[in-house]
């Protein structure tokens, strides 16, 4: 699985050396705002999209001086699509950050726990994640301590058990895990771990989908992200019943009863390769909306209803954001020794298991 290449000039190995890439692969104002217009959102004004291409110059400039490259999560907003060198989800962006090569700065647009997994793979580079308000909900329900003590618990009671926990969650907790999975490839993780007691972390949502898969014993932990477990299934009915024939498309970390409306149970890339392949043409995707905007842009031809709620903490990351960081080399992810070591057998045991 390879996440999307948007721009062929500004490639991952072998950065182009000339400023005439930058300028090249510019876009106008007026291209942009075409291009945007699909969205149906008038935030992208012709002039914001002046603003925004001057900015996205810039950026690309600045990429091949810095010898930077941009991963974006596929929640980003439209504009940073423009200036991303891969888009994808969580393991697609696990496993760029992994093979990247020739470029001494990482720009994560994405949220905090995404830029630390780059930097578990990229010691040795600069990662940058251009606000550090940008955290998440879910990897906020679980601390490493609570993790420990839960385990010990555990541990005495089933004395197999075995950790796997859900990329959305901070460096630490994946260093008390014994192998990380995404929504893409959670059932086969927990699958092939060598255990039939597993305590999954921390989405209890995704838990639960999971559980439905499988005849090993789940132990989910009580987090969700806030976005998906807002979305009912009043909401999905209502446009079920106003467009007859739609196909609904669900993120398993979405509620029980809104994934039991769904025609699919996808990851946001799968999601993506879905609609692309489907015959239908009518689409209710039901995860966070940036994902809605991506598939708008990509997929003109095909109709794409959002029963979506939007990441407070994915739109903290911003064209400006993304500029200073690039113009300031900020703001720099850290981790210590143990923990990156913890967290990079725990990432690279759900590389191995999911192949
Ligand atoms: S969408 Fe949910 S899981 Fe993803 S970053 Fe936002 S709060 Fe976290």
Redesign the pocket.
Known sequence: MTARRLNEVTVVNGLESTENAAVRSAITGAALHEKLAALGNETYGLQTCERYADMIAEIKHLKIERRAVVLAHN?QRPEIFEVADFIGDSLELARNARDVRDADVIVFCG?HFMAETAKVFNPDRKVLLPDLRAG????DSVTAEALAERKEELLKIYPDLKVVSYV?CTADVKALSDACCTSANATKIVERIDSKNILFVPDQNLANYVQGQTSKRIISWDGN????HQITPEEVNKVKRAIPGIKVLAHP?CRKDVLALADAVLSTSAMVRYAQESSANKFLVVT?CGLSDRLLMEIPDKHFYKACKL?R??KMITLEGTLDSLKHLRYEIELSEDVREGAKRALEKMLELSV
Do not use: D, G, R
């Open positions: 929640y949220v998440c909900s879910l990897a959305n992200c806030y976005v998906h970390e966070e990441c903490f994915m």
